[in-house]
């Protein structure tokens, strides 16, 4: 089947090559095409696939450029176009080509995705803002809005590189991309109404960890249970400290805490662990994090929405998960309910971000659902 697919893509890659742009379009518009570059055939384990450097709306409004990564199906578009499936990837640091979508050695696609193109559906990928080509500073990590600009303008960015897609998308995240996923889907109504959104899928998406955060401060102890939390802690200061520049997010933070902000911000996850090898997050800070202003602020950053989807949602969920503990999955759920959202829940027993048969069941079932009206050109 590879082999018919690279004799069979030759089409599509010719127009991915003749769609780009020599250079940056005159006025930096939210999902304006900037550039098109074509990988070698066997990139990411496709037969052929695409960067797409971009125009995305950033933390201020501005617009800043990203990058993603785009694949299309073998052959020529059917006549309303491709339908779209957007990845969005897991924590993978705060600096440029830590997102792992668009670099020249990036890991191969996940098998679902392969599938997904083999079956006619586009794949796109963001790296997310600060992740991808471009150095616009520390990447706003769990910022959710720019995570769903991300995603959303990358659509618009790939339908002008690549007239054979559709206006009809959908969104998978895993991890941090499970909350983006969640808030490309609240956002997409009122950010690209001009484009036809089916549905969304989430597999141990973060959620509810702001809720938390009173509970930390310099009392943490230094416990190896507890080092993904510094880790994760350490990326959401950071993240936050460039997002919002009106907060003083140092106000918090101990000279050991600054100095680790100070340094993380233009790594990848490897090299964060690295760096906070032997501290806690209780020496991170040197105030609670639960005063009004702060709670405040950071839930505006980073909170999941829980009313107001109107495209159906699939939860994925491991109740083992310990890098998003199950008590927040309960949470959203919960809340998910509350407010009526069309959602349903497959659960699972495995590590975080694992997919049992029933998980994979569900997630070509649902696809196949969201998917069955024909695609709007």
Same mark, same amino acid.
């Given at each position: 089947?590879?082999? #018919?697919?690279?004799?069979?893509?030759?089409?599509?890659?010719?127009?991915?090559?003749?769609?780009?742009?020599?250079?940056?379009?005159?006025?930096?518009?939210?999902? !304006?095409?900037?550039?098109?570059?074509?990988?070698?055939?066997?990139?990411?384990?496709?037969?052929?696939?695409?960067?797409?450097?971009?125009?995305?709306?950033?933390?201020?409004?501005?617009?800043?450029?990203?990058?993603?990564?785009?694949?299309?199906?073998?052959?020529?578009?059917?006549?309303?176009?491709?339908?779209? &499936?957007?990845?969005?990837?897991?924590?993978?640091?705060? !600096?440029?080509?830590?997102?792992?979508?668009?670099?020249?050695?990036?890991?191969?696609?996940?098998?679902?995705? #392969?599938?997904?193109?083999?079956?006619?559906?586009?794949?796109?990928?963001?790296?997310?803002?600060?992740?991808?080509?471009?150095?616009?500073?520390?990447?706003?990590?769990?910022?959710?809005? *720019?995570?769903?600009? /991300?995603?959303?303008?990358?659509?618009?960015?790939? #339908?002008?590189?690549?007239?054979?897609?559709?206006?009809?998308?959908?969104?998978?995240?895993?991890?941090?991309?499970?909350?983006?996923?969640?808030?490309?889907?609240?956002?997409?109504?009122?950010? /690209?109404?001009?484009?036809?959104?089916?549905?969304?899928?989430?597999?141990?998406?973060?959620?509810?960890?702001?809720?938390?955060?009173?509970? &930390?401060?310099?009392?943490?102890?230094?416990?190896?249970?507890?080092?993904?939390?510094?880790?994760?802690?350490?990326?959401?200061?950071?993240?936050?400290?460039?997002?919002?520049?009106?907060?003083?997010?140092?106000?918090?933070?101990?000279? *050991?805490?600054?100095?680790?902000?100070?340094?993380?911000?233009?790594?990848?996850?490897?090299?964060?662990?690295? #760096?906070?090898?032997?501290?806690?997050?209780?020496?991170?800070?040197?105030?609670?994090?639960?005063?009004?202003?702060?709670?405040?602020?950071?839930?505006?950053?980073?909170?999941?929405?829980?009313?107001?989807?109107?495209?159906?949602?699939?939860?994925?969920?491991?109740?083992?998960?310990? *890098?998003?503990?199950?008590?927040?999955?309960?949470?959203? &759920?919960?809340?998910?309910?509350?407010?009526?959202?069309?959602?349903?829940?497959?659960?699972?027993?495995?590590?975080?971000?694992? &997919?049992?048969?029933?998980?994979?069941?569900?997630?070509?079932?649902?696809?196949?659902?969201?998917?069955?009206?024909?695609?709007?050109?």
């Amino acid at each position: 089947m590879l082999r #018919r697919a690279l004799i069979g893509s030759a089409v599509a890659v010719a127009l991915l090559a003749t769609a780009a742009p020599a250079t940056a379009a005159p006025a930096a518009t939210p999902g !304006g095409l900037i550039d098109v570059i074509a990988r070698p055939a066997g990139w990411r384990g496709m037969a052929q696939g695409a960067v797409i450097d971009y125009w995305m709306t950033g933390s201020q409004g501005e617009p800043v450029p990203a990058s993603g990564a785009l694949f299309v199906p073998a052959g020529p578009p059917p006549p309303d176009g491709w339908p779209i &499936m957007v990845y969005d990837h897991g924590t993978s640091g705060l !600096g440029p080509n830590c997102g792992g979508q668009t670099t020249p050695d990036a890991e191969p696609l996940w098998p679902l995705f #392969r599938d997904l193109v083999a079956r006619g559906i586009a794949v796109v990928a963001p790296d997310y803002l600060g992740l991808g080509r471009f150095d616009t500073g520390t990447h706003p990590y769990l910022e959710i809005r *720019t995570e769903a600009t /991300a995603a959303i303008d990358l659509v618009r960015a790939a #339908r002008a590189a690549n007239p054979g897609l559709s206006r009809t998308w959908a969104v998978f995240g895993e991890s941090q991309g499970g909350q983006a996923a969640l808030g490309a889907a609240h956002l997409q109504d009122t950010y /690209a109404p001009e484009l036809d959104f089916r549905g969304t899928i989430a597999l141990d998406p973060e959620s509810d960890v702001e809720k938390v955060a009173p509970l &930390m401060g310099p009392w943490v102890p230094n416990a190896r249970a507890l080092d993904k939390i510094t880790d994760f802690s350490a990326y959401i200061l950071a993240g936050l400290r460039a997002a919002r520049p009106d907060f003083d997010v140092d106000h918090y933070l101990s000279p *050991t805490g600054r100095a680790v902000v100070d340094s993380i911000g233009g790594l990848c996850s490897a090299q964060i662990t690295e #760096r906070l090898a032997g501290l806690s997050l209780g020496d991170l800070l040197a105030q609670p994090l639960v005063d009004d202003r702060f709670r405040s602020t950071l839930t505006g950053y980073m909170e999941v929405p829980v009313a107001g989807y109107d495209r159906p949602i699939l939860l994925l969920v491991n109740a083992t998960d310990t *890098t998003v503990p199950s008590p927040l999955h309960a949470a959203l &759920m919960a809340q998910f309910a509350a407010h009526g959202v069309d959602f349903q829940t497959v659960f699972g027993l495995g590590a975080h971000t694992d &997919m049992n048969a029933a998980m994979h069941e569900a997630t070509a079932a649902f696809i196949a659902r969201i998917f069955a009206a024909p695609a709007v050109s």
